[in-house]
């Protein structure tokens, strides 16, 4: 029923840009909270940036702030992660995550809920190397 399937990554030197793509199936994105999270090696998943489409809300975690930007097109029931001046320490999987909207009461509370509860895609590599 519900789908997601992520794509996009690849490695890169520090200072370059990337574009995530979270292709969604089996829902509405209006109906749902949308986030990106990621994971590296030796640590916890994090949330990364998070989406209402519905209200158009947004939220970013600190170490992203300014780089990152999360966007959508509905027609295409794509959510999109773009990574701009990326580090070193931006190397991770990339999972995209939706929940249904009425289970979640901010956007910022979306992108801090741990576990594995919701809907998630199978994950993308990002390596940000010299």
């Known amino acids: 029923q519900v789908q997601l399937v992520e794509s996009g990554g690849r490695s890169v030197q520090p200072g370059g840009s990337l574009r995530l793509s979270c292709a969604s199936s089996g829902f509405t994105l209006d109906n749902y909270v949308l986030g990106w999270f990621r994971q590296a090696p030796g640590k916890e998943r994090e949330g990364v940036s998070c989406?209402?489409?519905?209200?158009?809300?947004?939220y970013y975690a600190d170490p992203v702030k300014g780089r990152f930007t999360i966007s959508r097109d509905n027609a295409k029931n794509t959510v999109y992660l773009q990574m701009n001046s990326l580090k070193p320490e931006d190397t991770a999987v990339y999972y995209c995550?939706?929940?249904?909207?009425?289970?979640?009461?901010?956007?910022?509370?979306?992108?801090?809920?741990?576990?594995?509860?919701?809907?998630w895609g199978q994950g993308t590599q990002v390596t940000v190397s010299s």
């Open positions: 989406l209402s489409p519905s209200d158009e809300t947004t």
């Open positions: 995550r939706a929940r249904p909207k009425v289970l979640i009461t901010t956007v910022q509370a979306m992108c801090h809920m741990k576990g594995t509860v919701g809907f």
